[in-house]
């Protein structure tokens, strides 16, 4: 199974679970973002951290379900 996973499945799985766990991060802790970049963008209103949010979710979700077709393609070619 793992010579016929292609290199995209290995590119896309890694960026998703990071993509989720800065989605969790920021869901949970809003003010990462102000802390380790020392800058407000938003003045406290939490605008940007909504539209982070939002953004990190598609795009998790987007890729878990890329890879999804990858590891499905790749058990369709061992049958």
Known sequence: M???LRRRFW???PIAIV?????VI???????IEIVFGVDPDN???ALEWLIIGGLLIVAITLFTLASYEWRR?????S
């Open 2 to 4: 793992r010579n016929t």
């Open 74 to 78: 790749a058990r369709i070619a061992i």
């Open 44 to 46: 406290h209103s939490g």
């Open 26 to 32: 920021t869901l949970v802790r809003r003010d990462w």
């Open 19 to 23: 993509t989720s766990i800065l989605f």
């Open 11 to 13: 590119i896309e799985t």
